[in-house]
């Protein structure tokens, strides 16, 4: 049985919807994040980051939510979730995940931790990483609309769903407070509702109580 170590909105539901989309087996693990369980010595061991999500795959203990997602879709090639190895489609899907993760995931910790950049107590300072960090956001959110123009949808990639589009819609939901937050784009925002309409979307928004407005601007 396949455990996901998760907490509700945070970066493991984009495991999460994958799983549902794959329709396979597998118990959620909630972590505690009120009490700061994701730095607790025995989640350290699972995850030496202290961060949410872990996949426990018999005794794989697998961190970092990209490679979550390979491995998800690699060991259920049934579900051809993944172009095939060697080709030119499954090398752009390596590249928008890799994006996804190191350049606009890590940007959108910036935002939503922005005092960790400053000094303790320097609010003011704070303010400013996440006002420029929102702006930088903005542009990679452009990025991934022209993305979304050039594939041509319904998908990141174009006609063929993969675990990119589980990182895509999840970091966008994100910025939905943003001044002009993803869905406010002309190809992000059909596509974003697209995604959203998604059996596999809906069931993980049920399981972890996701209100309405995850999803779109309070
Ligand atoms: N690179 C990691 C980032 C995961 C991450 O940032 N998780 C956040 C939740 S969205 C977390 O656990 N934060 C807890 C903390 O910073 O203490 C991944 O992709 O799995």
Redesign the pocket.
Known sequence: MLHLHY?PS???LMPHIFLEELGVPFELKWVD?AN?A??SPDYLKLNP?????VLVDGDLVL????AILLHLADTHPQAQMLPPVGSAARAQVYKWMFWL?NTL?ANI?VYY?SQRYVADGNTGGASEVKARAETRIGLLLDQLDQQLQHSGGPWLLGRDYSPADCMAFVLSCWTRNFERPAHTRPHLGPYLQRMQARPAVQRAATTEQLPPSFFVKN
Do not use: F, I, M
């Open positions: 907490h945070d970066a493991s994040r700061n994701q730095k980051n202290g961060l949410v999500p961190y970092e939510t990209g993760s995931h910790t931790y």
